[in-house]
């Protein structure tokens, strides 16, 4: 019959293989579990920036379509001048700001 030593011995043998394949296998699960949620992550902020843009088309869809509507109803009555400056009050939000190069 094995004495204590060499029961305890083969013991550790069977449980610490063991115990290596489950701390993988909850390495792995963590991992992907990780990954899934940067990949959510990733797709909701993706998602915020499309409102996101899609908002601002659609204030300056609303801007040209007001500026159109007065063109219509009063741009027959206005000079040039006129129009320009109404035509540049309509599009400053949208206008790239000019830098001078050095």
Not at 12 to 33: C, F, H, M
Request: hydrophobic share 30%.
């Amino acid at each position: 019959m094995a004495d204590n030593k060499t029961i305890e011995r083969i013991q550790q043998e069977v449980v610490s293989p063991n115990k290596d394949k489950l701390y993988q296998a909850t390495l792995k699960e963590v991992k992907d579990n990780e990954l899934q949620a940067k990949i959510k992550l990733g797709r909701e902020v993706q998602e915020l920036e499309n409102k996101q843009h899609n908002y601002k088309l659609d204030q300056e869809n609303k801007k040209m379509r007001e500026f159109f509507n007065r063109v219509a109803d009063e741009g027959g009555s206005w000079n040039l001048n006129q129009f320009n400056l109404e035509l540049k009050k309509a599009m400053t939000p949208y206008m790239l700001p000019i830098t001078k190069g050095k």
